[in-house]
């Protein structure tokens, strides 16, 4: 079976060809981490962590980089709202995002690159561009010449006389046509600033991911990923330097995520619907998160709301409640052997038709449907009088498998009453301590397990749902 994905470079399905055989080299765009993340930034690290796990599960080996941005404006401002260096709140954010989508079981990428960590290759990369003639110096910034670029617009399919006609050159620009960008700024007094032979300054935001790209991956990638509103301008910006610089295809494949919508609605600050992943996990089992996440087909938006969020769970748990049912049947179980084959070739179709349903541009949703499938197939076998332990067997480490490639658990670990007496008193110091996020983790922990926590006067109380 081959891999197809949709490129939006083409607008169409491709069979994936690697660079290099057996490999593939991607890169995501990551967050700017001047605060906590919210459930948009949720999706993308989702979508593109179960994508790498596909091409791990079919026998690749992925070279993974998801990048930080930790130096632009917001991070700028939020220093100064908060009486901070921009290191200290980049560093603080940047554990946080690693917390919040590790509890969505996210896999840390094999390079998580940093902006402040990368500047020797970003001054080199933009000195590059002026001596090549596609970049100019303006009293301290630097400005990429779009129009330098003959194939600008080739990921958004615009064209450029009609990007020109919305361009606008802000107050206090230097640049020659409306349409050039920025690849360095000057600093201002009392920010945050490096060397540069333009003077003290620091990097604009598009030419920090073609660096970081080319530093890690090389000058040519396989994938580059991101959310659909990063298609432009910053992939497209990305794509021209990138191209100008080295003279051949940034990127040969590029995949984009769906919005999300609050509601019905745009996420958005003034309509109050902004919601941080940090909360979310804490009231939700993350399993159930990712599962919602991957319900509905990456590139399609996807609505999030309290009632469809309580959907996914009830479907997950019938998933869920399909695998205890074998692990509780199997201590009933023999080692029979009369109809086990045919039991494990059922099962196999399953496993087929999962990789089917993935090898078409990661159909998540359809990949999902087969789960339930397999989940009936398990029902209608242990409804059976006598049972085979091999084929249990088989149906858990098939579901563990599948589920494994999506991302989320069916299993759980059984808490002993002495394990939850120990959790319960780390809790209590934590409270004493003020380590009220610790204590808060704790009693979110034991809930997602089916523990209840209830503090009363006369100390904390524990039951099992």
Known sequence: MTVKLYNSLTRSKETFKPIEE???????????????????NARPAIVFDTIRRYFEYVGYDVEYVLNFTDVDDKLIKAAEEMGEEVPEIADRFINAYKEDVGALHVKEAVHHPRVTETMDEILQFIEGLIDKGYAYEADGDVYFKTRAFDEYGKLSHQSIDDLRSGARIQVGEKKNDPLDFALWKQAKEDEIAWDSPWGRGRPGWHIECSAMAKKYLGETIDIHAGGQDLSFPHHENEIAQSECMNDQTFANYWLHNGYIQIDNEKM??????????????????????????????YRNPINFNGELLASAKNSYERIKTAYDNLQHR????????????????????????????????????????????????????????????????????????????????????????????????????????????????????????????????????????
């Open 330 to 465: 199997r201590e009933a179980s023999m080692n029979l052997t009369n109809d086990t084959e045919q039991w494990k070739e059922k099962i196999n179709q399953h496993v087929e038709t999962f990789k089917r349903e993935m090898n078409d541009d990661f159909n998540t949703a359809n990949a999902i449907s087969v789960l339930f499938e397999l989940a009936k197939e398990a029902n209608i076998y242990i409804d059976q009088k006598q049972t085979s332990t091999e084929v249990i067997d088989y149906f858990m480490s098939t579901f563990d498998e599948l589920t494994s490639v999506l991302g989320f658990e069916l299993a759980t670990e059984e808490l002993l009453d002495e394990d939850i007496e120990a959790l319960i008193e780390e809790r209590i110091q934590a409270r004493k301590d003020r380590n009220f996020s610790r204590a808060d983790e704790i009693r979110d922990d034991l809930a997602n397990r089916g523990i209840i926590l209830e503090d009363t006067p006369q100390g904390t109380r524990w039951k099992r749902q």
């Open 268 to 297: 958005s600050k003034s309509l109050g619907n902004f919601i941080l992943v940090h909360d979310l996990v804490r009231n939700h089992n993350p399993n159930v998160v990712r599962f919602f996440m991957l319900s509905v087909h």
């Open 22 to 40: 057996g490999k593939v080299k991607m890169y995501v765009c990551g967050p700017t981490v001047y605060n906590y993340i919210h459930v948009g």
